[in-house]
């Protein structure tokens, strides 16, 4: 490539999505130092945060200069690779906080659990590609599909991750529900999954998650156990008031009032030091990033990328949504990170990959020609 079309290349390049998750990951990195600073074990992790950022940005953009037909040819080989990865956490996983969800490769731990987000969004998109963009879906239609998503998602559950494998379904029903279902057939899903659901929490939840249930009921039931976070979570929004208590003062933090307050709760920390306002622009930020995805979904041509697009938006807002849910106490813990800031390397690698991947769906309008 030469300088004028290095130049040009750099013109049309669209920052949107990296420019958004940038901003993003500034005032997560700051909250976390925020968060972290006054603890003795956790005050540098800024800075590993800062870089697993650098490399996770360096692969989605690198990842965005690839051309959209390369993640439909590789969508099913990183679709079962990942599964395979799954199948090694079992056998080989390094257990953490009552889970095994990590894996050791090359020195580096990282999580198969958030690379299967887009294995399934890509090996889904793949299959309904296949299918006329008018045309509506049966259950026969359905059923590749479900398993696709079902495999992964027991894997995940046996982890445990009951977070992660709820958000997979999630994602999956945004796909679904985008490529037209019948209503007879969504209807037999609803009640399908209230089955499951039910059988679920019977038979497969453990003692700590039916827990985490019953407290999001009542919380009182339990405030020094299964209710406590959920309480102290909602005290340290209440006490952000308007403007919130200002930086690095926070009580529950320096206090070690909320656990959790660098991975599942940074949101309760950032609206008690920012308040409703800056918890609002930071919603904002969010939602220009779903309405970005949805607009670039209804102008591109190719069914797969559109679908991409779709279940991408499905990664960022379930995450979102679940995550401010859960510490503002209308949703049950489920320990769901909140993209971009919340700490963690995998997550990290993840939102960057999938900013990559709408990064190169934008670029094929007027790019890649």
Not at 65 to 89: E, I, N
Not at 207 to 228: A, E, H, W
Not at 305 to 322: E, N, P
Request: net charge positive; charged share 10%.
């Amino acid at each position: 490539m030469n300088g004028q079309g290095f130049l040009e290349t750099l013109k049309r390049y669209d920052y949107t999505f990296f420019g958004i998750a940038t901003v993003i990951f500034i005032i997560g990195v700051a909250n976390l130092y925020s968060a972290t600073h006054a603890s003795n074990y956790l005050n540098d992790l800024y800075l590993s945060q800062l870089m697993w950022f650098t490399v996770a940005l360096f692969a989605g953009v690198c990842v965005s200069l690839l051309r959209p037909k390369h993640f439909m040819r590789v969508s099913y080989v990183f679709y079962f690779f990942v599964t395979f990865l799954l199948v090694l956490v079992l056998v080989l996983g390094v257990e953490g906080m009552g889970a095994t969800r990590w894996i050791y490769i090359a020195g580096l731990r990282f999580q198969p659990s958030e690379f299967m987000k887009i294995g399934v969004i890509l090996a889904l998109a793949r299959w309904f590609s296949k299918r006329g963009a008018d045309s509506e879906m049966g259950m026969k239609e359905l059923l590749v599909p479900l398993v696709l998503v079902l495999v992964p998602v027991g894997l995940v559950v046996v982890e445990p991750d009951l977070g992660t494998g709820l958000l997979i379904l999630l994602i999956f029903s945004f796909i679904a529900f985008y490529r037209r279902l019948r209503w007879k057939i969504i209807g037999i899903l609803a009640l399908m999954a209230l089955i499951s659901g039910g059988a679920m929490y019977q038979f497969g939840l453990k003692d700590y998650q039916k827990k985490r249930i019953v407290s999001f009921l009542n919380p009182n039931l339990d405030t020094q156990g299964s209710g406590y976070n959920a309480i102290q979570s909602k005290i340290a929004i209440g006490s952000g008031q308007l403007f919130g208590k200002g930086f690095k003062k926070s009580s529950q933090a320096s206090l070690s009032y909320l656990p959790e307050n660098h991975t599942d709760f940074v949101f309760s920390i950032f609206n008690e030091e920012h308040g409703f306002v800056g918890a609002l622009f930071l919603m904002c930020l969010y939602l220009a990033l779903f309405l970005r995805l949805i607009w670039l979904a209804s102008v591109v041509p190719r069914v797969f990328d559109a679908i991409v697009l779709v279940g991408i938006l499905g990664i960022f807002f379930w995450h979102t949504f679940i995550n401010i849910g859960m510490v503002t106490g209308i949703l049950p813990v489920v320990g769901l990170p909140l993209p971009l800031m919340s700490y963690g390397g995998s997550s990290l690698m993840t939102f960057c990959l999938c900013c990559g991947i709408a990064t190169s769906i934008s670029n094929s309008r007027n790019l890649f020609q």
